[in-house]
């Protein structure tokens, strides 16, 4: 991953720029080469680590949906192998199916809006409305989930909190599961809307029927903004 060759759109180049020259990127960079030489697959593929961001500018950014990391999990379609992970949090590509906790975020829409729950998982048209799909840790490990904790993902992503907390305003940061809660610490909660739930997990309990979704667009609407179509 040499800096020069990191496929990320300019906005967020020049918006970020100084945490490309700190030594916790540069150890991020010789990690993930490190993993790559030890011949480990990892996901998403190489030009999609950067999508939550490539997706979306930051000054667009209305609504950030906090992930954990990206899915270590792949399935095969018509004979062909398809990761689920996509570089956006919580979103799968299609054709594939939504996994447990989007099964758990679609409840959650159909219960509170006009949604319609589709038949695949790929969440990229929220992208394009404003949403942030951003997953805290940008790599793994195949079948290992959390194998890339350690190499300094977290630093960068908390980076981009803190970016679009101090230089945009009227932001719906949604943070879910006791993970994400604890960036609440990096976000100006005076001039941003900071919604609290339990994780979508199944494993988990409270997501479904918590109003994440309408409460979102009832704070954009404070702030002077559209809702967000959910529809995907």
Not at 160 to 181: D, E, P, R
Request: neutral net charge.
């Amino acid at each position: 991953m040499d800096k020069s060759k990191i496929k990320l759109r300019d906005e967020w180049k020049e918006a970020l720029a100084q945490e490309f020259d700190k030594p916790y990127f540069a150890h991020i960079r010789e990690c993930y080469l490190e993993a790559k030489a030890r011949g480990e697959v990892i996901y998403p593929k190489g030009s999609l680590t950067f999508e939550a961001l490539n997706r979306l500018a930051p000054q667009d950014v209305r609504v950030v949906i906090l992930g954990q990391d990206p899915y270590h999990g792949s399935e095969v379609v018509d004979g062909v192998l398809i990761p689920q992970a996509m570089g956006l949090s919580f979103s799968v590509p299609k054709p594939l199916k939504a996994p447990p906790s989007l099964k758990n975020i679609y409840k959650e829409l159909q219960n509170t809006t006009s949604f319609i729950p589709p038949n695949h998982g790929d969440l990229s048209v929220w992208c394009d409305r404003g949403v942030l799909l951003l997953n805290s840790v940008l790599s793994v490990e195949a079948g290992k989930a959390g194998s890339h904790t350690h190499f300094g993902w977290e630093q960068f992503s908390d980076s981009v909190i803190s970016y679009i907390s101090t230089h945009l305003s009227g932001v719906v940061f949604m943070l879910w599961g006791n993970y994400a809660k604890k960036k609440a610490s990096l976000i100006d909660s005076s001039k941003h809307c900071i919604i609290q739930a339990p994780h979508p997990s199944p494993l988990a309990r409270g997501f479904v029927g918590s109003g994440v979704f309408l409460r979102a667009n009832e704070a954009l609407q404070r702030f002077g903004y559209p809702p967000i179509d959910w529809q995907n």
